[in-house]
């Protein structure tokens, strides 16, 4: 079978910092990752292509940069990747992201065989929208599995596909037709280690690198920040609170007793719902 | 592949247009809809919640709030309508088909996409559960239009254009975004950020039915069986009234276990900031913030949480917000109420003592405070 993985690169958030003056992003020096939630969907396609034998190709649209990325995801073990880079494609959102992505999935269809899956991680941790993934199942009309804990039963030869799919009160088991879309669950499985001769293959591996035109795209104007229907018109850092924190004096007796005073003061009536919450009721 | 990617900085493909320049055939789209959640004939809260934020915009546009329910046939779908109307609502649009007992993509899309095309909202909000968030993207793609996500703050402009304020690079800062010329504008709201309205009963209201025209075998995906999840195994964070976390500045996974020791004397829920869970030190479903769960209590007890915006946003409807950390610069007691500067690691025993002696029902000072 032949599957698609599409990952994003992002800034390792947990090394973003703010300045502390003038309240702007210092984007200077902050690594880049494979977005973590997109490795538990590479891990899935992997996994797949390991039982039901064919190949996995990784997608992502970035700039080019994101190279790093795709030669990452290689030394796991995925067979190709894909670079979707063009000017066109700055300042997208999530519906002009997945017009881009989608005509680069049809480009890979024809190019290398029409894919029965596609894999996204649930959601980016610096976008955090979760929308990508059933933006592109939409536009290619793939029948979509969005927060898959598991994959089960796939019959090559029907087409089907059985999956646990987490919903709000407890998980589903679907059963449905490929070709479809999968966004992964974190913690559904873990990254395997890529081996030596993987390592060697990714980094002596051409990436294959498409502009617009190269993956078909028809119409520029439906990518990049022109083809967004959402505009971001004010960036902002949240303002303190008017009121300042009251803040307990340490050097006193016990500021144990002294801060639960002052939580008893402002809140006059918790006592009694935290003796009755305390015991249990 | 996200909101974050979008710069406010022209790029070389051109400007879009920052203007509001609605077509004809947009100026059609009135009035604000909550897309009313259930599963298995329980209504989602978030729903509720949605509902509180929707009457305030439409009370500013002066249009109506509608609610969409969709769901299967009978009484569950028919009293979520009549419910809607106690939390604000003025028009109830039901699609109701046996077909929609579970919730389907394909489906659920149909239903509401057709529903939006018939009587045209220009504003329609969606909790950012994961039936929303896999509802809303694909209704938005159907439709062309704009979907803003996980929205912290919802409201009107002069123009009557829907600003939606959501965390942008990774939590660290906060942005306002607009869906000017394409209708209706999406947005989803995560469970427990808008407050929950007063319910008040009102049995009036409009209810309008729309069919499905669906077959089950135009459906491809089919539910082999649901799993529901037993209430013991689930953290009741989001609806706790008391809430104590924990932040890297515990400095080890070992004194995670102080503040689960004051949690259980407070009968609280206990839980944790992002870095502990990318740690491994906690479970991802403590964790509080953007990207786990936000949460209203009436006493919210942060030890070691330094109160990234990520953080913030997961923590500012709590009624009192108390501080532990070391370092005074920390932005948590920018939000916090109390604050308190010393190291939680030796705090957190004293407190959980005192809190244990004041609360036990042989207590004497008790009342005298």
Redesign the interface.
């Known amino acids: 079978m032949h599957i698609v993985v ?1 990952i ?1 690169q ?2 390792d ?2 090394q ?1 910092r ?1 300045h502390p003056v003038t ?1 702007t ?1 210092m984007r200077q020096g902050v690594p880049t990752i494979i977005n973590p939630y997109d490795l538990f969907a590479i891990e899935a396609a992997l996994a797949l292509r390991d039982k039901q034998g064919g190949e996995v190709t990784i997608l992502t ?1 970035g700039p080019p940069s994101a190279e790093d990325s795709l030669r990452k995801a290689l030394t796991y073990g995925a067979d190709r990747a894909v670079l979707l880079t063009d ?9 002009a ?2 017009y881009a ?1 989608a005509a680069a999935i049809r480009k890979i269809g024809e190019t290398y065989g029409t894919p029965d899956i596609v894999f996204t991680g649930k ?13 592109i ?3 290619i009309g793939l ?5 898959v804990a598991k994959i089960g039963d796939i019959n090559l030869s029907a087409k089907t596909i ?1 999956v646990e799919r ?12 490929m070709p479809c879309l999968i966004t992964m669950l ?2 559904s499985n873990e990254i395997r280690r890529g081996d030596m001769a993987s390592a060697l293959r990714a980094a002596r591996a051409e990436i294959v690198r498409w502009s617009a035109q190269d993956a078909g795209v028809e119409d ?1 104007s439906k ?4 083809g ?11 303002t ?2 008017a ?1 300042k ?4 004096d ?1 050097a006193g007796g ?4 002294a ?9 006059t009536n ?2 009694a ?8 009721f | ?8 900085a ?9 203007k509001k320049e609605l077509a004809e055939h947009f100026k059609a789209y009135k009035h604000v809809w909550v897309f009313v959640e259930q ?2 004939g ?1 209504v ?1 809260p978030v729903s509720w919640e949605l509902m509180g934020a929707g009457r305030r915009l439409a009370d500013k546009l002066k249009v109506d709030l509608a609610a969409v329910v969709i769901g299967p046939e009978g009484d569950a779908t028919q009293r979520a309508a009549a419910e809607s109307f106690c939390y604000g609502a003025d028009i109830a649009y039901v699609v109701a088909d046996d077909l929609l007992t ?5 489906s659920y ?1 149909k239903a509401l996409t057709d529903v939006v095309n018939t009587f045209k909202p220009e504003i329609l909000l969606l909790g950012a ?3 929303g ?2 509802l ?3 209704v ?3 439709l ?7 929205c912290t703050d919802l409201d009107v402009d002069a123009d009557g254009s829907l ?1 939606a304020t959501r ?16 209708r209706p504008q999406m947005a989803t709201v995560r469970p427990r950020v808008m407050s929950m309205p007063v319910r008040v009963a009102r049995p009036v209201g409009r209810v309008v039915t729309h069919p499905l025209g669906l077959v089950e075998d135009d459906i ?10 037993r209430d013991s195994t689930k953290s009741n964070l989001a609806y706790a ?2 809430v104590v976390a924990g932040g890297l500045g515990l400095g080890s996974p070992e004194n995670f276990q102080l503040v689960r020791q004051l949690a259980s ?4 829920e206990f839980g944790c900031s992002r ?1 502990l869970v ?1 740690k491994g030190w906690a479970s ?1 479903d403590r964790q509080i913030g ?2 786990g769960k936000t949460i209203r209590p ?2 919210y007890i942060a030890a070691g949480i330094s109160g990234a ?1 990520q953080h ?1 946003v997961g923590v500012e409807g709590a ?2 917000i ?2 532990i950390n070391t370092d005074k610069n920390a932005p948590i ?10 190291d939680a690691i030796r ?1 957190l025993p ?2 959980t ?3 244990r002696a ?2 036990s ?1 042989h207590s004497r000072d ?1 009342i005298a ?1």
């Open positions: 599409c994003k992002v800034p958030s947990a973003i703010v309240n992003i649209m000017r066109f494609f700055a300042g997208a959102d999530t519906l992201t997945s992505l959601q980016t941790i610096d976008g955090d929208t979760a929308q990508v993934g059933p933006g199942a939409k536009r029948l979509q599995l969005t927060y059985e987490r919903s709000e009160g407890g998980v589903q088991v679907l059963r449905t037709k974190e913690a520029i990518c990049g920040l022109r967004s229907p959402t505009i971001v018109k004010r960036v902002f850092a949240p303190a609170r009121e924190a009251t803040m307990i340490v016990s500021p144990a007793d801060l639960i005073s002052a939580i008893l003061k402002r809140q918790l006592e719902d935290l003796v009755a919450l305390a015991r249990g | 592949m996200s909101e974050a990617t979008k710069k406010p022209a790029p070389a493909s051109g400007r879009a247009s920052t599963e298995r329980q989602h579970d919730y389907r993509n394909e899309t559960t994961t039936l968030r896999d809303a993207g694909s938005a793609t159907t062309l239009t704009g979907l803003t996500a996980d600003a965390p942008t690079f990774g939590g660290s800062l906060l942005c306002t975004i607009y869906t000017l010329n394409f491809v995906t089919k539910i082999l069986s649901f799993l529901p999840d009234d008391v004397v407070l009968g609280a870095p990318q991802s953007q990207t009436r006493l915006i913030r009624d009192l108390v501080a007691f920018e939000f916090a109420h109390i604050g308190i500067i010393t705090l004293a407190l003592e005192a809190f004041r609360l029902p008790r405070s």
